[in-house]
């Protein structure tokens, strides 16, 4: 026959002041965590809205709203969003704009959406006490803006995979710079939604060059198809 025995636990022998951490140390352990489950849920929640942004191009259903207005107070405002990240690496963001510039007439929110990406994107990729570099200029019939940094750079081979839906802006499917993987590939759908195109040139260690280039006027609103 076997036995069970019951009783109370057996106490440690180390007394419990010593398995407590201080509590000056507790509240660091505690910031930390904090601090994480903050960052993962801004990064779900970024997932999140990347996904519907991407779903309603492709589907059809995203809704151009056209009006007029300078592409400097567009390029300030996204400049001015951005800048807290920039500051803390260090990094400094020049805006250079050409006069002869006209008012345009397209969708403010679906540009600063693009260059909200393309500002992010540069100030992720630029080392600490990097340049970025904004630049407005008139060309034909449209405006072209040039979004360029000092940072990591792109390989030849994977310039056109920086566009595709999860994929890093380095080409990889890591997630050493966070992100989504989105930013780009949705990147490139509002441009073609607001009847422009974009580029890129980039060489490795030594910086990348995105070149958006919208008509003046913007033909047509409503729900279009990227």
């Not at 400049?79 to 920039?86: E, N, Q, S, Y």
């Not at 509002?190 to 008509?215: M, R």
Request: proline share 3%.
């Amino acid at each position: 026959s076997s036995k069970v025995i019951c009783g109370a636990p057996r106490r440690s022998a180390w007394p419990s002041s010593s398995r407590r951490l201080p509590a000056s140390d507790r509240t660091r352990a505690t910031r930390s965590c904090g601090s994480r489950i903050r960052k993962a849920a801004r990064h779900l929640l970024g997932l999140i809205n990347d996904v519907l942004d991407l779903s309603k191009i492709v589907a059809g259903k995203m809704e151009i709203n056209t009006e007029e207005f300078h592409i400097e107070e567009v390029v300030d405002d996204a400049r001015t969003t951005v800048t807290p990240l920039a500051t803390e690496k260090g990094q400094d963001i020049t805006f250079i704009m050409e006069a002869d510039i006209p008012v345009i007439r397209s969708d403010r929110n679906k540009l600063k959406q693009i260059l909200l990406n393309l500002l992010s994107n540069a100030v992720k990729f630029t080392p600490r006490g990097g340049s970025i570099t904004i630049h407005a200029r008139h060309k034909d019939d449209s405006v072209e803006i040039r979004v360029k940094d000092n940072g990591i750079g792109i390989a030849g081979e994977n310039l056109e995979k920086i566009f595709d839906e999860f994929r890093q802006v380095d080409g990889s499917y890591t997630r050493e710079y966070g992100g989504t993987g989105l930013g780009l590939a949705i990147t490139r759908r509002l441009v073609n939604l607001l009847g422009g195109e974009i580029g890129v040139k980039s060489e490795i260690g030594k910086g990348t060059t995105f070149t958006v280039s919208i008509p003046e006027v913007l033909r047509g609103a409503g729900e279009c198809n990227a």
